[in-house]
């Protein structure tokens, strides 16, 4: 078994090790000592699983596991020395998927990880959205448009402009607010919500190329929906 793991704990003897033991088991690692550095390399790199602490030093680790889920499904075991049950419900409410807890065996939580990405692998089905003509595939990030003569054209977009129409697409006819694209998108960003014309206006002009006209649309007095008639 292969994939990418990325290890957020700021006890670097721990991250080390944990680090030694999951690169030996032939997986490839990434570390990260903070909350900040944590959430930038899942976006970045889409490690295939986290192994997540619950107390580093700029955030709580369960603060980060729920920024995560707003954007991805990627599999988390937490890693804590708090042994207790309100902690452990907490995180798996929140969408934990293991909680391991300090002091712990490096191999046994090599073994957590392949069965946590073996059901992870063994239940995903590949996620496209389908609304008309197009066709977003979220697991690939490849969004295509089949034009009038049926050729099927890709779209090249920014990570915000696919944030935004893979949001879209998951309710074709909704009104969405400037706001909640935005949060979709990114939502950790500071920007106005009134950025979002200026996201909006460059991706219809790029389905507009590709073929798929008149699929999205302002909607007076709130913001934008997805939509096709065919």
């Known amino acids: 078994m292969s994939g990418k793991i990325l290890i957020v704990e700021d006890e670097r003897e721990i991250a080390d090790l944990l680090a030694a033991y999951v690169r030996r088991a032939g997986f490839d690692v990434q570390l990260a000592g903070a909350v900040a550095d944590g959430l930038r ?20 680790g369960l ?5 995560m889920r707003r954007r ?9 020395a708090v042994d207790d049950d309100v902690t452990k419900l907490s995180s798996l409410r929140v969408g934990a998927d ?27 089905a590949r996620r496209v959205l389908s609304i008309g003509p197009l066709s977003i595939d979220l697991d690939a990030r490849i ?4 034009g009038p003569a049926e050729a099927e054209r890709r779209i090249a977009l920014t990570p915000t402009e696919f944030e935004m129409l893979a949001h879209m697409a998951g309710q074709p006819r909704r009104a969405f607010s400037r706001l909640e694209l935005l949060e979709a998108a990114a939502p950790d960003s500071e920007a106005f919500d009134r950025v979002v014309d200026s996201h909006v206006s460059k991706l219809r002009q790029k389905l507009l190329a590709a073929g798929c006209t008149d699929m999205l649309e302002p909607v007076r007095g709130m913001g934008y929906r997805l939509w096709s008639e065919s």
């Open 41 to 60: 390399l899942h976006a970045q790199w889409r490690p295939d699983l986290v192994l997540l602490d619950i107390g580093l030093p700029d955030g709580d």
């Open 143 to 146: 969004v295509t448009c089949r």
């Open 63 to 67: 603060e980060m596991l729920t920024a």
């Open 72 to 80: 991805a499904e990627t599999p988390v075991i937490m890693v804590t």
């Open 98 to 124: 293991d909680y391991v807890i300090k002091p712990f065996n490096p191999s046994e939580v090599v073994e957590r990880i392949r069965a946590v990405l073996r059901r992870a692998r063994g239940s995903s």
